[in-house]
């Protein structure tokens, strides 16, 4: 349970993290933390040759045999007017617990004429203010309407007058699920603060789960190759058809930088709370309450136990509906005393990213029923799911 994996990754709103996952992962234990940084932008650089000329069906290509790339010309001579580059300033803690000035810029995008923007939490947390620049230069103040910490996600309404919101250009929102491995995909916003860039490639996989800003996992993020940077948190990643399919979040890097593996939360996650977020309404997500670690089949030896499947409890949290259900973690880091998840719901489940997967899909209250594991008898518990808050969220207590 000691074993640690340590990964660098970067919010990329003009924010870096080191983020230190333990081995013992946890469903919204700390993860990513996400630290306020101003990028310079570079004088000059040049756009990686030779994109991959990828055909779906239904989707233009990328590139034709000529090597023109009319399809991403056209999709961001329509979609780019929505983009728009978000500025923020504010005051923030450093390690010490001084108070620090805090500056950068992130990107996010407009789905409606009401001057509503879509952008990452970590965009516009801890603002004080915020400018938002639309395509045509103008600059307007920006108000947060609601956060959601969990998802990573904000709404910014614009503060133009309305003969201008009725001029906003809108980009749509496509459905994240039918996404496929290899489909080709764009990427438009701010990097370094280069207003409205747009970079292309695939999606690298799918079905990733992330630690999120509050320290919360985001499940099914869509993985891509597309470049991105600081400066692009909150804009979108686009199928061919011009619908936004993701928005983008992070990226795995050990050099602050792109190197072809960057991460967007899917669409269907915004879409399942877009309108209450709209309505200024904080949406609420599930908590189960465990951490842990997979079952692996050295461990399984050890134990003497007939599956190596499943996932062995390092933590139940204190009054979480895991521990209502009589769930049970390790006594003093003792695998051996730790209940074992093997089902949910007659799923069967090998990581805690499986379970945060599945509880993402639920609502509080709702009902699902754990098959487990203790002393190698199999049982069974039924949970009722509770509401997720971060500031319940310790280094110990997970969602």
Not at 197 to 212: E, H, M, N, Q, T
Not at 228 to 245: A, F, M, Y
Request: net charge negative; charged share 15%.
């Amino acid at each position: 349970m000691s074993d640690m994996k340590k990964r660098a990754a970067i919010g990329l709103g003009g924010l870096a993290a080191a983020a230190t996952l333990a081995g013992c992962v946890a469903l919204g234990t700390p993860g990513a933390q996400i630290r306020p940084f101003a990028q310079p932008a570079p004088q000059s650089q040049e756009a990686p040759a030779g994109l991959p000329n990828v055909t779906q069906p239904g989707v233009p290509a990328l590139s034709d045999s000529s090597g023109s790339s009319d399809a991403v010309v056209s999709l961001y001579e329509r979609v780019s007017p929505a983009v728009v580059n978000i500025t923020f300033t504010g005051r923030t803690t450093d390690a010490l617990g001084r108070a620090a000035q805090q500056a950068g810029t992130g990107s996010g995008f407009i789905i409606d004429r009401e001057g509503n923007i879509v952008t990452n939490e970590h965009v516009v947390a801890n603002a004080s203010r915020l400018d938002v620049t639309l395509a045509d230069g103008s600059s307007y103040v920006g108000k947060v309407v609601v956060t959601d910490p969990a998802t990573d996600l904000a709404i910014v309404k614009v503060q133009a007058p309305a003969d201008k919101l009725a001029q906003l250009t809108t980009v749509p929102i496509g459905n994240s699920s039918a996404l496929k491995v290899g489909q080709a995909v764009v990427a438009i916003g701010n990097p370094f603060g280069l207003e409205r860039s747009a970079s292309a490639g695939i999606v690298s996989s799918l079905g990733r789960s992330r630690p999120g800003t509050a320290q919360r996992l985001i499940t099914n993020m869509i993985q891509t190759d597309a470049a991105i940077n600081p400066g692009n948190s909150g804009g979108p990643l686009l199928n061919l058809k011009g619908e936004v399919i993701g928005i983008n979040e992070q990226i795995e890097s050990s050099v602050q930088g792109n190197v072809g593996v960057g991460f967007a939360i899917p669409s269907d996650t915004l879409q399942r709370n877009l309108k209450i977020m709209v309505a200024g309404q904080v949406p609420e997500h599930a908590w189960i309450g465990i951490g842990g670690a997979p079952l692996t089949p050295t461990l399984a030896d050890q134990l003497k136990l007939t599956t190596n499947q499943g996932v062995l409890l390092a933590t139940v949290a204190p009054g979480s509906p895991a521990a209502k259900a009589g769930l049970k973690g390790a006594v003093r880091s003792d695998p051996s005393t730790a209940d074992i998840i093997t089902d949910i719901d007659g799923h069967a489940v090998h990581s805690v990213e499986d379970v945060a997967a599945y509880v993402d899909q639920k609502s509080p209250n709702d009902h699902v029923q754990l098959t487990y594991l203790r002393g190698g008898q199999k049982q069974t518990a039924d949970v009722t799911l509770g509401v997720w808050q971060g500031s319940e969220v310790t280094d110990r207590q997970l969602r």
